[in-house]
């Protein structure tokens, strides 16, 4: 068990070390952009939308476009559907750019709702297992404890995410800093009580 323990102790921290440098590294410099994808018009566009902090503006604005598009549709008959876009091409990649924004910025605020929801249950876990093990079940605790551990470091590994929705993306970072300390901090600081209670263990075993 001790062996174990100290496996799993050397692993995880490893793991939770490294994943808070690189949080940490992305969030200070922020997310780097090519120089080939600004250069082409779709993505200054883009670069535009991406900079707006405001959701809720965007949506305005997306919804504005849309309408746009659909009475241009309307009054143009079906063989010159494709001649609307080309005459509308500004139009047209700016309600692209403003979607798949969106699109991300609500994908980024689901990522950081599922976050908590599974560290809490990775919490609840270790908490479970770290009672069990305190009294005694030692293997019962341990098989609570260890995929409780697995769920936060899942949870706190970088994100595919990447650019866009900088307001989100800062935000979901973040997150994932402050469970990254948490569970470094509850990984040593359980492994110090396990050690203790060995030592007790074994003074009144003497």
């Not at 494709?82 to 091409?89: G, I, T, Y």
């Not at 093990?133 to 949870?155: H, Q, V």
């Not at 203790?196 to 263990?201: D, P, V």
């Amino acid at each position: 068990m001790k062996g174990l323990q100290a496996t799993f102790l050397l692993i995880l921290g490893c793991i939770l070390c490294t994943q808070a440098i690189r949080h940490v590294h992305v969030y200070s410099i922020g997310f780097e952009e090519s120089i080939v994808e600004t250069a082409a018009a779709f993505y200054e566009v883009k670069e535009q939308v991406r900079m707006e902090e405001s959701t809720e503006e965007l949506l305005s604005e997306y919804e504005s476009t849309s309408a746009r598009i659909e009475e241009l549709r309307k009054s143009e008959s079906t063989e010159d559907q494709f001649s609307v876009r080309q005459k509308n091409l500004e139009l047209f990649a700016r309600n692209d750019a403003l979607a798949s924004e969106l699109r991300l910025r609500e994908s980024v605020t689901r990522e950081i709702r599922d976050l908590w929801i599974f560290a809490t249950a990775g919490l609840f876990l270790i908490g479970v297992g770290s009672t069990l093990y305190a009294r005694g079940f030692d293997w019962a605790g341990m098989s609570l404890i260890l995929p409780g551990f697995l769920e936060l470091s899942w949870w706190s590994a970088p994100s595919f995410t990447l650019g866009g929705a900088v307001r989100e993306y800062d935000v979901l970072l973040m997150n994932k800093i402050i469970l990254t300390i948490i569970a470094f901090v509850l990984l040593y600081t359980l492994w110090f009580l396990a050690q203790r209670l060995r030592r007790r263990a074994v003074g009144k075993g003497s």
